[in-house]
């Protein structure tokens, strides 16, 4: 059956986007009428294709994932329903992907869902730990409470990605200046030397005729060069996405040297925080296990936590399931320990996510640190590799004229 696009008004003046099926038009316009919206817009849907197809993560940001937690646990908490409290939601977020999420959990619990049902039909966009602890909440009644633990819980999770997002600025530029200089020579520099010292004539070095060839290669081969580049990053990505690729990736993520250390902080970080977050809010170890093991992002680690909970289930409490998994500090275990004597488990986690969180910003400087002389000296390679086999031939001329 074919699919028409629509976008339509509520009588409170929210603007709704989607897809309905129907034989024409006419149908398609009178199934939308039926509801009592009008309708702004309705076209054939062209499906997906290159041009309009939205190839970016169905994630939500952390930064919507805040707002959406925060605002709802304020207006929740003020005594607003859950319907008007989505509806002023809908008014506060700003992105395109954040209004469909709370569009769509609007028009769930408008037809009669409730709001973890709602939430559990939005997992593509929303993280698990969100679903589950929505889910919680509503059963125990302090959903206000819930959506202000994960507000706070986002917020922490979204400083400690700024941070490092922040510390691998500078790498980042002096890798793109790199590569803009490189290609700026090759491009414009020395095609222009290059016909200067063949009119010299004389015997070339074989440095200077090898970057004379890549340089002549680049200019009037340059897409396929692209193609190739192209060729490379989407590989690269196809294999991190398959399980033996992941895996593989995990595990040089944990073993490279500085880079390993900063890894192992930061998964040490998102455990402690994660399981602390789930727990307060009354979701069972197992279950806490489980959800906080795919935040992690490490197929080694998930693997590892897997294991451990398959000793959970046979009994063993948190702490022993969790002290095989080497790639974790071993202060974790001892404060876990501590935790379940004194029932404090929550707290001790939130303190111990505070320490490792300080942890992974060290790490992460000197990881930054090590980078920034790395690229320094690469860039000065380049530079100089081309500035010899450009000068090599033009010295040996000038040593012939003054003999």
């Known amino acids: 059956m074919p699919k028409f696009r629509y976008e339509v008004v509520d009588a409170k003046g929210k603007v709704t986007t989607g897809v309905v099926e129907a034989n024409n038009v006419n149908d398609a316009s009178r199934l939308l009428k039926a509801d009592g919206k009008y309708i702004a817009s309705i076209k054939a849907d062209s499906g997906a ?4 197809a939205d190839i970016s993560s169905p994630k939500l940001k952390t930064k ?9 646990a304020s207006l929740l908490s003020a005594g607003i329903t859950i319907i008007r ?29 409730t709001l973890s049902e709602a939430f559990k039909e939005q997992s593509a966009a929303l993280p698990s730990i969100m679903v589950t602890m929505v889910s919680a ?15 706070d819980h986002f917020q922490k999770e979204a ?37 200067t010292i063949n009119e010299l004539g004389g015997e070339l070095p074989a440095l200077t005729k090898a970057v004379m060839a890549f340089s002549r290669s680049l200019v009037h081969f340059w897409y396929i060069y692209l193609i190739v580049v192209i060729a490379i990053v989407v590989g ?8 033996s690729g992941s895996t593989t990736w995990a595990k040089l993520m944990l073993r490279m040297p500085i880079v390993g250390k900063s890894t192992r902080m930061t998964a040490a970080a998102r455990f402690t925080r994660t399981m602390a977050t789930l727990l307060r809010s009354g979701i069972s170890v197992l279950q806490s296990l489980e959800i906080t093991s795919a935040t992690l992002d490490n197929k080694i680690l ?4 897997y294991d451990a909970r398959i000793d959970i289930r046979k009994g063993m409490n948190l702490s022993k399931a969790i002290r095989p998994i080497k790639e974790l500090p071993p202060m974790i275990y001892a404060m876990v320990s501590i935790g379940e004597e004194s029932g404090t488990l929550d707290s001790i986690l939130d303190k111990a996510a505070d320490f490792f969180e300080d942890e992974a910003d ?27 086999a450009c000068g090599l031939p033009i010295f040996k001329m000038a040593s012939f004229i003054t003999v």
């Open 85 to 113: 409290a989505l509806d002023m939601l809908y008014q506060q977020v700003e992105t395109k992907k954040a209004k469909n999420v709370v569009g769509a959990i609007y028009e769930s619990i408008q037809s009669g869902k």
């Open 137 to 151: 909440g509503e059963e125990s009644g302090k959903l206000d409470e819930v959506m202000l633990r994960l507000a």
């Open 159 to 195: 400083k400690m990605k700024n941070k490092v997002s922040a510390a691998l600025i500078y790498p980042k530029i002096l890798a793109f200046v790199t590569i803009a200089v490189t290609l700026g020579l090759m491009i414009f520099v020395v095609p222009n030397l290059s016909t």
């Open 236 to 243: 690269f990505k196809m294999w991190k996405k398959s399980d």
């Open 49 to 52: 294709s290159f041009l309009n």
């Open 64 to 72: 919507d994932l805040v707002i959406i937690s925060r605002q709802l």
């Open 302 to 305: 998930e693997k590892r936590f």
């Open 362 to 388: 060290a790490a992460t400087a000197k990881l930054t640190s090590a980078l920034e002389p790395v690229m320094i000296i690469i860039m000065a390679l380049v530079v100089g590799l081309v500035v010899g």
